[in-house]
T-cell receptor
């Protein structure tokens, strides 16, 4: 079992819709969780971090964490074509290494 | 510097050649990470330094891979006797401490070094 798993997609949504991205992780002791966005040919950039159970909102982005289910999600409201990218879930394992999932490719169609 | 700097940005090597990839992290950043990203995949952890100490090298795929950070700033990832499967983007990242949670490390990535082994 991989330490961090995501559906690779591609996930296609129409402009203005909500995009929902999901991630599960295996290390029950993990405390820190991140979503990075990566445009084609570019390096990952941080968009959200979450550490406590529940929801965390930042503009059009909402991260959700459920430690009991070992599940992290990212919602993007009012999706825009500029949101088209690969979204990487990352989990801090034992407060040392940051492990990434394989990424979910999101395509927002005008 | 203002960001994480990596060089070379692009490297083409013949199979069997040795390569060295350099990472210059953000000034004062304690932690430095190396990742390997194959096409269409997420970044795979290679190794982690805290200052000059290499605390985790569990992700290095073989003994052909070696990383060092002798003075706790610039780091070099060396790949000996390169193979075609080494072709990937090698990402370096250093941490800034997230004020919202003192135990967390939020990574800032460099632009990467794209290695192509022929």
């Amino acid at each position: 079992q991989k330490e961090v798993e995501q559906n690779s997609g591609p996930l296609s949504v129409p402009e203005g819709a909500i995009a929902s991205l999901n991630c599960t992780y295996s290390d029950r002791g993990s405390q820190s969780f991140f979503w990075y966005r990566q445009y084609s040919g570019k390096s990952p950039e941080l968009i959200m971090s979450i550490y406590s159970n529940g929801d965390k909102e930042d503009g059009r982005f909402t991260a959700q964490l459920n430690k009991a289910s070992q599940y992290v999600s990212l919602l993007i409201r009012d999706s825009q074509p500029s949101d088209s990218a690969t979204y990487l879930c990352a989990v801090h394992i034992r407060e040392r290494k940051l492990i990434f999932g394989q990424g979910t490719e999101l395509s927002v169609k005008p | 510097g203002a960001g994480v700097s990596q060089s070379p940005r692009y490297k083409v090597a013949k199979r069997g050649q040795d390569v060295a990839l350099r990472c210059d992290p953000i000034s004062g950043h304690v932690s430095l990470f190396w990742y390997q990203q194959a096409l269409g995949q997420g970044p795979e952890f290679l190794t982690y330094f805290q200052n000059e100490a290499q605390l985790d090298k569990s992700g290095l795929p073989s003994d052909r891979f070696f990383a060092e950070r002798p003075e706790g700033s610039v780091s070099t990832l060396k790949i000996q006797r390169t193979q075609q499967e080494d072709s990937a983007v090698y990402l370096c990242a250093s941490n800034r401490r997230d004020r919202a949670y003192s135990g967390a490390n939020v990574l800032t990535f460099g632009a990467g070094s794209r290695l192509t082994v022929l």
